[in-house]
C-alpha cells in the first residue's frame, strides 16, 4: 500500500507555479506539513515567487502550544517575521479588513472530522469573509482519520454555534477539503474555492493506516487512538466530569473524585453497546476540571470501530453516568441566555432532555437514522473521494 501524499506535497508537485505573484495568508498549525515533514509556512516562504504575506492562528495556535478554549493573540512569528493574526479571539469571525491586503487565504491543517472540533467553524468564517472580499480560498486537503466512521445525529439549527457550525452529523466522514465544498454548496456559492487534493487515499481508511506519523492537532489529540474516543466522549465536557484533560489519556478517561467505576461499568456493560468497553481508571489532572485530584473513572477503549455508533455509544455513556451518580449534573451556560453547553455539543436539546428523564436511546434518536441518509444524500455531489 503507498504513502498518503497530503494536499500541500500535491500543491509542490503539480500546480506551484499557479499562485506566483499573489499575495498568501496562509492558516496553518504544527500538522501543517509535508509527508518528508517540512513545514508548510517554509514550503511557502521559499517557493519563488509565492509571496507569504501573513499567517493566522486558530485554536490552540499556530503552533499548537495554547490550551482549549485560551485566547489566541496576536504576535509576530520569531522564525519568519511574519505577522500572525489571531481568528481565535475575543471575535473569532474573519475581519474583511485582514484580508485587503491578500489575494488567497491557504489552509493547511489536519482536521479530526468531528462536528464540535472548532476547525470547521474556522473554515466557515473564512468562506464567509472570502465571499464578501472575493479573495480565494485555496484548501490544502488532508486525509479524514476516522472517515469510516460517518455517524451520530444531525445538529439543529436553533444550535449553530462555533461548536456545531452548520447542520453536520457528529462525524461527517468527509476531509476539510469536502468539507468546505459543502460550505461553498449550502452557504456560500460565490467563493473562489481551490482544494489540492491527497492522494493514494480512500474513505474507507482509518487514520493508523495511512503509513504516515500521527501529527496531534491539538494538545488533546495526542494519538490516533484519541480521535475513536473523542466523538464519543467530547460531551463529557458538558458535564462536572473531568474528559481526561491534563493527563496522559485525554477522552480516553473520564471521571471525577466522586465516581464509582465498578457500578459504572456494569451499569454500561448491561446496555450491550458494539465496538466499545469500559475498564477502572484512575488519575490526577493537572489541569482544567478536577486540576489536583484523584479522579476515579472509566477508561473508554474502542474494541470494534467499524460497528460502532457514536451517538449510541455516546448517549449511553451519559445515561450510565446519570443513573449512577446523583452528583452528575450539567454545566451551566457560559452567559445568559445561551443554550447549556451540552446541547451545543450535541446540536439539541433532546439529548439532555432524555438524560434528564433517563428515557431509552430510542425514544430520543427516534428520528436521526433518516436524517443520516439525508446527509448521504447532501454530501454526494460534493464528495472528492471514493
Known amino acids: 500500500m503507498a504513502k498518503v501524499l497530503y494536499g500541500i506535497d500535491c500543491f509542490v508537485e503539480v500546480d506551484s507555479g499557479a499562485w506566483s505573484g499573489k499575495r498568501i495568508a496562509l492558516v496553518t498549525n504544527q500538522t501543517g506539513i509535508t509527508s518528508d515533514f517540512r513545514s508548510t509556512i517554509d514550503v511557502l516562504k521559499e517557493m519563488e515567487g509565492v509571496s507569504l504575506h501573513k499567517l493566522f492562528a ?24 511574519l505577522p500572525v ?125 495511512w503509513q504516515q506519523q500521527w501529527i496531534p492537532p491539538s494538545p488533546n489529540i495526542p494519538h490516533f487512538t484519541t480521535t475513536l474516543c473523542y466523538p464519543i466522549t467530547c460531551f463529557i465536557e458538558g458535564t462536572n466530569l473531568s474528559e481526561g484533560r491534563g493527563t496522559t489519556k485525554p477522552f480516553e478517561w473520564i471521571g471525577s473524585p466522586w465516581f464509582k467505576p465498578e457500578e459504572m461499568i456494569q451499569h454500561f456493560a448491561d446496555k450491550n453497546i458494539e465496538g466499545v468497553e469500559l475498564i477502572p481508571a484512575y488519575f490526577t489532572p493537572n489541569m482544567s476540571k478536577h486540576a489536583g ?81 439525508d446527509w448521504n444524500k447532501r454530501i454526494n455531489s460534493i464528495l472528492l473521494y471514493k
Not at 486558530?58 to 517575521?81: L, M, N, P, S, Y
Not at 485530584?293 to 474502542?302: I, N, P, S
Not at 449534573?329 to 445561551?338: I, T, V
Open 85 to 209: 493574526f489571531s481568528l481565535y479571539g475575543l471575535s473569532k469571525k474573519v475581519s474583511t479588513e485582514l484580508l485587503e491586503d491578500v489575494d488567497a487565504i491557504f489552509f493547511d491543517i489536519q482536521d479530526v472530522g468531528v462536528r464540535f472540533y472548532t476547525y470547521l467553524a474556522t473554515v466557515k468564517y473564512i468562506m464567509e469573509a472570502c465571499q464578501q472580499t472575493g479573495t480565494a480560498f485555496v484548501v490544502m486537503d488532508r486525509p479524514n482519520p476516522i472517515a469510516p466512521l460517518m455517524s451520530g445525529n444531525t445538529s439543529e439549527a436553533e444550535f449553530v454555534s462555533f461548536v456545531g457550525p452548520h447542520s453536520l452529523p457528529v462525524c461527517l466522514g468527509l476531509t476539510i477539503g469536502e468539507y468546505a465544498r459543502l460550505i461553498q454548496k449550502e452557504l456560500y456559492p460565490e467563493v473562489d474555492l481551490h482544494v489540492y487534493e491527497v492522494k493514494n487515499w480512500g474513505r474507507d481508511m482509518w487514520g493508523d493506516q
Open 293 to 373: 485530584e484523584l479522579c476515579k473513572g472509566v477508561q473508554l477503549l474502542v474494541t470494534g470501530r467499524d460497528s460502532l455508533e457514536v451517538s449510541k455509544a455516546a448517549y449511553e455513556l451519559l445515561h450510565s453516568i446519570f443513573s449512577v451518580h446523583e452528583e452528575a449534573a450539567w454545566l451551566e451556560p457560559f452567559k445568559e441566555g445561551m443554550h447549556p453547553f451540552i446541547d451545543l455539543l450535541w446540536g439539541t436539546e433532546k439529548v439532555r432532555c432524555g438524560i434528564d428523564a433517563l428515557l431509552p436511546y430510542e425514544v430520543v434518536a427516534e428520528s436521526w437514522d433518516r436524517k443520516l441518509e
Open 58 to 81: 486558530c485554536e490552540h495556535g499556530v503552533r499548537g502550544d495554547v490550551q482549549a478554549g485560551v485566547h489566541v493573540e496576536d504576535f509576530i512569528d520569531e522564525k519568519t517575521g
